[in-house]
């Protein structure tokens, strides 16, 4: 069944007017919904992002409250590479203990770095 409405309207991407055949209809062309379609992906991926980001705790804050760090702690903590770590142990630069497979770092022995 067709029908003979035809409403004036402003399409919602790119503004310009049309005749629109339905009251549904919010884009003067295809092109135009693909467009803002696009738009609209790319604006929830974008918002997605900020609130996963807002989620996650600062690091940081947690590691610094401790005495005995991990490795992994220590990576996040200097900002430097889980290997690098591990050569600064090995160099004598840092001292570590090991506890059964775990790798220990004291806190006092970080600031020991920077003194």
Not at 24 to 43: G, I, L, P, Q, W
Request: proline share 1%; with cysteine.
């Amino acid at each position: 069944m067709s029908s003979n409405i035809r409403i004036e309207k402003t399409c919602h991407h790119c503004g310009e007017t049309f005749v629109a055949k339905t009251t549904v209809t919010k884009f003067c062309s295809d092109r135009c919904a693909k467009m803002n379609y696009k738009k609209r992906k790319r604006e929830e991926k974008l918002q997605g992002a900020i609130e996963q980001e807002q989620h996650k705790a600062p690091v940081t804050g947690i590691v610094s409250n401790k005495d005995f760090l991990s490795v992994k702690d220590v990576c996040v903590l200097l900002g430097a590479s889980r290997w690098t770590i591990y050569r600064m142990i090995d160099n004598g630069q840092l001292k570590a203990a090991k506890i059964g497979r775990r790798t220990i770092i004291s806190r006092e022995a970080i600031n020991q770095l920077f003194k």
